[in-house]
């Protein structure tokens, strides 16, 4: 199931999003055009209810803006506490990237 479906049926809680659950490029979280103003705090609160529904508490790591065949990404690493690998969630920005 989407994290973002699953979300919503665990809170009720909805995010301008679409397309994937964010674990890689080609699965990525859709920043929707919507999100423009506070898009970056919608992408950690995403990670927050993401890391609920796991059970799993978590720091993040590091945050970077990439660029892959013209699209705009950003990648936030986490680390789940007690957990020796890090994970990545990726959003595509393309409908926010430029547009601020």
Known sequence: MNYLAEIYIEYGVTFPFSGGNGT???DAVIINAEAIE???EQEYEYIDYVMQLR????????QKLIVDKNLHFDVIEVKP??????EFFYFNLSQVFGAH
Do not use: A, C, H
Not at 55 to 62: K, T, V, W
């Open 38 to 40: 506070d898009f970056v």
């Open 81 to 86: 506490l007690g957990i020796t690998d890090s």
């Open 24 to 26: 890689s490029i080609e």
């Open 55 to 62: 059970y799993e508490d978590y720091e993040i790591l590091s």
